[in-house]
């Protein structure tokens, strides 16, 4: 049986999971830009006001969507690396991280982490039957909650290298909550060779319109904090960029013309892959 969100919102109230649904969620608003259903009038309402002030950010969320899929074939082509810790990994759409990584690898096992009880939801039902993936319930602000939880030990290997990506997750961490500080204490816990996926948005290219985005999320309650790519690479401390470095996402590693790519203004948001040697 399916459900309509509205019939969702009531089960899970009803339930106590804490679903709000009436104030707008980060994870819910990226499945309403990605063209996704699992989302609400306020998650809706946010995310138009966003694009009032950014009209191509539905562009902006599906190249790093695309970048978040060349990212994990690289991770399994190049490194070998089979075993991934998705952090802020919002609701399931198309071609998920263990779907890219399980057609290169039948092996990879996947954690993914958000803090949305609805995300918990829909990613348990998607993955009931696959025994390599798993979906746990914490936060970013919180890193050894997400390492020492039971069902990421069940998968993750900490004494092997370890995917780590955090992409389009950062800028929803305020500077007062130190994100280089919490980046650092997710590398102290991985192994040598281990990698770390980034992406954030940023108000360096199209100050402008991306300021503008930051303000209407704001407005509606979701933190949003925009960095520059000196700020972006900070994340990446201790760890070595692999080529081509820090781009826009839909430069890295493009497997499409530059033609046929989007203006950096249209995007907005920087990429790039750390390796721990």
């Known amino acids: 049986m399916t459900y309509t ?35 609400y009038p306020a998650d809706q309402k ?25 990212a994990v074939r690289y991770v399994v082509e190049e490194t070998g690396i089979n075993q ?12 998920n991280v263990h779907q890219v990584a399980q057609q290169h690898d039948p092996q990879a096992r996947v954690v993914y982490v958000d803090n949305d009880p609805i995300v918990l939801a829909h990613g348990r039902a998607l993955l ?13 602000r919180e890193p050894r909650s997400i390492i020492d939880h039971p069902e990421t030990k069940a998968l993750i290997d900490f004494e092997q290298p370890v995917a780590v990506l955090a992409v389009a997750i950062l800028h929803f961490i305020s500077d007062e909550e130190d994100p ?10 991985l192994a040598p060779g281990s990698v770390l996926v980034l992406s954030h ?11 503008g985005v930051q303000a209407a999320y704001r407005a509606q309650g979701v933190p949003l904090t925009l960095r520059d790519r000196a700020e972006f690479a900070k994340l990446f401390d201790g760890f070595e960029l692999v080529e081509p470095g820090i781009q826009v996402v839909s430069d890295w590693r493009a497997t499409v013309p530059e033609s046929e790519r989007p203006s950096h203004a249209e995007v907005s948001w920087y990429g790039g892959i750390g390796r721990l040697v």
């Open 201 to 211: 948005a940023t108000a360096e290219i199209s100050p402008e319109t991306a300021l």
């Open 84 to 95: 991934f810790l998705d952090i802020g990994s919002g609701l399931p759409t198309a071609h």
């Open 180 to 189: 280089a500080g919490l980046v650092a204490q997710l590398r102290e816990a």
């Open 128 to 140: 009931s039957t696959d025994a390599r993936t798993t979906v746990i319930e914490t936060d970013l």
């Open 5 to 39: 969100p509205e019939e969702q919102a009531g089960i899970f109230e009803s339930s106590g999971t804490g679903l709000r649904t009436h104030e707008a969620h980060s994870a819910r608003m990226y499945d309403y830009l990605l063209g996704g259903k699992d989302n």
């Open 46 to 70: 946010a995310a138009e006001a966003a694009m009032s002030a950014f009209p191509t950010l539905r562009t902006a969320a599906r190249e790093n969507r695309s970048f978040l899929g060349r």
